[in-house]
């Protein structure tokens, strides 16, 4: 069987882009050297990854999850079900928080709450070189960061903690998170993909979606420096109540990439007691 027959069978089962993602993965080919070697033969250890894939595909496995890896932020991050996949909103939370770190102008302490996988943690410390920590209650997930944060060669401070639990009299000039918002009631509507497979815990919001926020936003307070400021993805628009009263004076939202509002951004000021 050449490349562009098992291709050929894949794009019919799975639709070429995926199919042609898992030929590359499990031939180590890039996606140009597969279409320039379509008549090359597949070797049988490739051929049975290839379509044992597929059918993990059609069970409705994230296409993530089979590969153990997913690019964001132009960085493979490692995947599986121990923390949620990498999305396009995420990213554009990390280049939020990017920005307002570059104007600092000085060297910048950041912390990631529910890192999950670690990858915005790993994103920020590698592209802006931040003193950057990062906590998740999951020790599932932390293990999971901790492997990408090794991948990448950045030093980054985890612990185990329950939102702020652990970092009593801690104090940062960045905090970001994308904490669980799913309205508890639309989890069994979710794809099946996300449904069976990212762990529920990364998802479940409680019953309108905003019980982390309730907690997160006004306890970040007393981790913020004074001029510092709170990046959030969010589900709910009424965040931004939650982060008013919290205190935070100044409140601005970015739309994600289907013009949804997605990233809130609060300062404290420096008047904020």
């Given amino acids: 069987m050449t490349l562009h027959e098992a291709l050929s069978i894949g794009a019919e089962e799975i639709g070429q882009h995926e199919a042609r993602l898992l030929l590359s993965h499990v031939t180590g080919l890039g996606l140009t050297e597969i279409i320039i070697n379509n008549t090359k033969p597949l070797d049988e250890t490739a051929k049975g990854a290839f379509f044992a894939g597929i059918q993990r595909r059609k069970a409705k496995e994230p296409l993530q999850y089979i590969l153990g890896k997913w690019e964001f932020m132009g960085l493979e991050i490692i995947t599986d079900p121990r923390a949620l996949i990498p999305r396009p909103e995420t990213e554009l939370l990390v280049e939020q928080a990017l920005a307002y770190i570059r104007n600092l102008n000085?060297?910048?302490?950041?912390?990631?709450?529910c890192t999950g996988s670690g990858c915005i943690a790993v994103a920020v410390a590698k592209l802006s070189g931040a003193e950057v920590a990062a906590v998740d209650i999951s020790p599932a997930a932390l293990s999971l960061a901790k492997e990408n944060a090794a991948l990448h060669n950045v030093g980054i401070c985890f612990a185990q903690s329950d939102l702020f639990s652990a970092l009593t009299g801690q104090t940062y000039d960045v905090i970001i998170s994308n904490p669980p918002y799913i309205r508890t009631a639309e989890l069994d509507c979710l794809q099946p993909e996300i449904q069976n497979h990212e762990p529920?815990?990364?998802?479940?919001?409680g019953p309108d979606g905003l019980d982390?926020?309730?907690?997160?936003?006004?306890?970040?307070?007393?981790?913020?420096?004074?001029?510092?400021?709170?990046?959030?993805?969010?589900?709910?628009r009424e965040v931004e109540s939650i982060m008013f009263g919290a205190g935070?004076?100044?409140?601005?939202?970015?739309?994600d990439y289907a013009g949804i509002d997605r990233i809130l951004i609060g300062e404290k000021s420096c008047s904020t007691v």
């Fill in 212 to 236: 982390i926020y309730r907690r997160l936003v006004p306890a970040s307070m007393n981790h913020l420096a004074q001029g510092g400021a709170l990046f959030l993805e969010i589900g709910p």
């Fill in 200 to 205: 529920a815990l990364a998802l479940d919001g």
């Fill in 248 to 255: 935070y004076g100044i409140v601005r939202v970015v739309k």
């Fill in 106 to 113: 000085r060297p910048a302490r950041v912390l990631d709450v």
